[in-house]
């Protein structure tokens, strides 16, 4: 496969997705350069999930295309650059697996098939569960953990696999601060690596320092496109539309600015 050093890790132009005919995301133009930690925010039913299933290979774009790492989404194989967590999510699957055997399953596309792991395998495996502060828990059943520990399982899983780019959808949903803040330490770690990384989020919280650049998007499409708004941006302000406020309190979120909401 060509490899195109330098090239974004996502780049979508002019994209929309219709599901069951109903069209529900248009005209999208979005460029994720590479290094970049660009949070995609939102009100409920904007399109966020929606864009970043369209991007891992989840969903079909029905018009327009995609490129990941400069190869056009039809001739792109390198699955193995590209970590997703999905939504809600749970690393309990009622089977009995333990930390460390659920962060191992995200090496199986490094890893040689029917062969024992590698020297190399066990150091990714191990660099992940410690990235995401589990180290101690290794051997734990993963349903012993709370949810927020949960979520750091899965997101080690999709570290385990040492990807290029890092897609997340609502990681920090329902989890508590400590937990979060575990999260923004184990992203910032994967970011100073030179990794990508695409956030869903409604709210920043820990994360915000992180951010590069923030994309907002309404009914399908983006509504804005440029630097997270800091604390006092968002909220040193009157809210022109206060039932929009669309977030909790302490958090910047550019849609302050947008005046838009759920
Ligand atoms: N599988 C599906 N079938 C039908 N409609 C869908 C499906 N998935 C998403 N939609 C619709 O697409 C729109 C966008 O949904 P999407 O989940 O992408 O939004 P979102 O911004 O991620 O919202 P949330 O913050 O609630 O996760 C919504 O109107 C939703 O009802």
Redesign the pocket.
């Known amino acids: 496969m060509p490899v195109s050093p330098g090239a974004p890790p996502v780049e979508v132009r002019d994209g929309s997705v219709a599901?069951?005919g109903?069209p529900?995301?248009r005209g999208i133009d979005l460029t994720v350069r590479s290094g970049e930690f660009l949070a995609l925010m939102?009100?409920?039913?904007?399109?966020?999930?929606?864009?970043?299933?369209a991007v891992t290979g989840l969903?079909p774009v029905t018009g327009g295309g995609i490129s990941l790492f400069g190869t056009p989404y039809a001739d792109f194989r390198d699955w193995k650059r590209v970590g997703f967590v999905p939504?809600r999510a749970s690393a309990a699957s009622g089977v009995p697996a333990t930390v460390w055997e659920v962060v191992a399953s995200g090496r199986i596309t490094r890893r040689r098939p029917f062969l024992p792991l590698s020297r190399e395998d066990r150091r990714a495996i191990a660099d992940a569960i410690d990235v995401v502060g589990l180290s101690d828990r290794t051997g734990l059943g993963v349903s012993q953990l709370s949810g927020g520990q949960q979520q750091r399982v899965l997101i080690a899983r999709a570290l385990a696999g040492e990807p290029d780019l890092l897609v997340l959808?609502?990681p920090t949903a329902g989890v508590d601060l400590g937990n979060q803040r575990a999260l923004a330490d184990a992203l910032a770690t994967f970011k100073a690596g030179g990794a990508t990384i695409v956030l869903?989020a409604?709210e920043l919280g820990p994360m915000a320092p992180l951010i590069d650049r923030a994309v907002v998007?309404r009914d399908?499409r983006i509504a804005y496109d440029g630097p997270a708004l800091d604390e006092e941006d968002a909220h040193g302000h009157h809210h022109p539309l206060a039932a929009s406020h669309d977030h909790v309190p302490h958090v910047g979120s550019p849609l302050d600015e947008l005046g838009g909401g759920r």
């Open positions: 599901i069951g109903r529900i995301l939102g009100a409920n039913g904007s399109g966020k999930s929606t864009l970043v299933r969903l939504q959808d609502e869903v409604h998007m399908g």
